[in-house]
């Protein structure tokens, strides 16, 4: 499975970007889809999970009420809103897939990943 993120770049404080998560030639409709993150020097961290239909999402203490995380099962894409982003939202951001349905937060959870996409909030 090839996962494709999308949507980083250079962003100002309190501005909003969306990532997109993808896989060409495979249907991600059955599964649950997590974002995490890595900033330089840190650890990996979740970021967000949803489930396969969408119906259930776990966030982040971190990002809770700023980033909502949904997906277009039609259009096998899985998005990241990102809104009001500061400093501390600069990372690596990753998208990866459960062989399951049901999100988590724990990265040992997940079996593909993408190449990861950056995204850096700077003025």
């Given at each position: 499975?090839?996962?494709?993120?999308s949507?980083?770049?250079?962003?100002?404080p309190g501005r909003s970007l969306r990532l997109s998560c993808a896989a060409p030639g495979f249907s991600l409709?059955?599964?649950a889809i997590g974002w995490f993150?890595?900033?330089p020097g840190k650890e990996r961290e979740f970021v967000?999970?949803?489930s396969y239909s969408g119906g259930i999402t776990y966030y982040?203490?971190?990002?809770k009420g700023r980033?909502?995380?949904s997906r277009d099962n039609a259009?096998?894409?899985?998005?990241?809103?990102?809104n009001s982003l500061n400093p501390e939202d600069t990372a690596v951001y990753y998208c990866a897939q459960r062989g399951t349905g049901q999100p988590m937060s724990s990265m040992l959870s997940y079996d593909y990943w993408g190449q990861g996409t950056q995204v850096t909030v700077s003025s």
């Open positions: 499975v090839q996962l494709q993120a949507g980083g770049g250079l962003v100002q409709d059955a599964y993150r890595q900033a967000a999970a949803i982040s203490n971190s990002v980033f909502t995380i259009k096998n894409t899985v998005y990241l809103q990102m």
